[in-house]
């Protein structure tokens, strides 16, 4: 199976901008997470989505927004770019059988991630 | 100050010497997992921790958890520079809902050869 994808890869961005990043999930799995990782808050979650519905929120502003699509890919989007939004955005899937259970101890497989310099 | 704090921070060791890294949390801990990420890429799973006393290896890595201590080590025994990298622990604080993790800051590994 081919593995999580990301894309772009890199992007630059100035100021009050806006920006689309995109996450294709291993086939057959439907949770897509999504992460911010910075040098000094490391890895922080933003959201995650399972079959096209918001299941977990992070505590980010509203700027930060996704949504999936019914066939899992996923999209995150920033409004308003700020410079302190420059940093490397992770998505990962995971192969969550249901969308009850939250209870679930399930691997999580990362993309390569797009890294995101705001001018 | 951080809900999961790891260290050391970073680490040098000579190639062959064994290390170990240690996650600990503030919370009580529901599932904690071990990633390994190379500068600037995505993670790489290593192990995952469900139950007190738990322990899992893989190839010369073993991780443990101690759940009255609320914290889990991850020991590798003679390092190669294959192991270099940043090591992450994430875990859940929260019974009902373990796929919102938090994540340690990580801890920089080299391995001089």
């Known amino acids: 199976k081919a593995g999580v994808t990301q894309t772009p890869r890199y992007l630059i961005k100035t100021r009050g901008q806006q920006v689309t990043l995109s996450c294709s999930p291993i086939?057959?799995?439907?949770?897509v997470s999504w992460y911010q990782q910075t040098p000094g808050q490391g890895l922080q979650f933003l959201f995650e989505?399972?079959?096209?519905?918001?299941?977990n929120k992070g505590n980010f502003p509203g700027r930060f927004s996704g949504r999936q699509f019914s066939n899992s890919r996923s999209e995150m989007n920033v409004s308003t770019l700020e410079l302190g939004d420059s940093a490397l955005y992770l998505c990962a899937s995971s192969d969550h059988r249901t969308s009850i259970v939250l209870h679930s101890y399930n691997e999580q497989f990362f993309g390569p991630g797009t890294r995101l310099t705001v001018l | 100050s951080q809900e999961l704090e790891q260290s050391p921070q970073s680490l040098i060791v000579q190639e062959g010497k064994n290390l170990t890294i240690n996650c600990t949390s503030s919370?009580?801990?529901?599932?904690l997992y071990w990633y390994k990420q190379k500068y600037g890429e995505g993670l790489i799973f290593l192990m995952m921790?469900?139950?007190g006393g738990e322990e899992k290896s893989h190839e010369k890595i073993t991780a443990k958890l101690d759940e009255k201590k609320q914290q889990s080590s991850l020991h590798i025994t003679a390092s190669q520079p294959s192991h270099a990298g940043i090591y992450l622990c994430g875990a859940s604080h929260n019974a009902g809902n373990n796929r919102k993790l938090i994540w340690g800051l990580g801890t920089s590994l080299a391995v001089n050869p």
């Open positions: 919370k009580t801990l529901y599932g």
């Open positions: 989505y399972f079959s096209e519905t918001q299941r």
């Open positions: 921790l469900q139950k």
């Open positions: 086939s057959g799995h439907r949770s």
